[in-house]
Nanobody
């Protein structure tokens, strides 16, 4: 069973960079069978896919966020990290890391609230 846990600051100032890390247990970030994803949900809005990484580290990003988003990984720690630059209050959301396997089963972290405010 894959388990995911987000970590990072809950408060970020406008114009700064948001950085969140997802720690994987029960599998490996190099496992062939999974997509590793970042997804967020802003107040009153639906889920927004931010980007995904596959076993070899290849990343696909949401075009609407691509200019501000990066996803990297630490294979030694089985972690992947989201960075979102130049944040504004509109980036206030609950951020989730998730995994989807080849059978389209989804695994979710508990989510972490990030507020952008001065």
């Amino acid at each position: 069973q894959v388990r995911l846990q987000e970590s990072g600051p809950g408060l970020v100032k406008p114009s700064q960079t948001l950085s969140l890390t997802c720690t994987i247990s029960g599998s490996s970030i190099t496992a062939f069978a999974y997509y590793w994803l970042w997804i967020r949900q802003s107040p009153g809005k639906g889920l927004e896919w931010m980007g995904r990484m596959i076993h070899d580290g290849f990343v696909t990003l949401n075009p609407s966020l691509k200019s501000r988003t990066s996803i990297s990984r630490d294979t030694a720690k089985d972690q992947f990290t989201l960075q979102l630059t130049s944040v504004t209050p509109e980036d206030t959301a609950v951020y989730y890391c998730a995994a989807a396997d080849s059978d389209l089963r989804w695994y979710w972290g508990q989510g972490t609230q990030v507020t952008v405010s001065s």
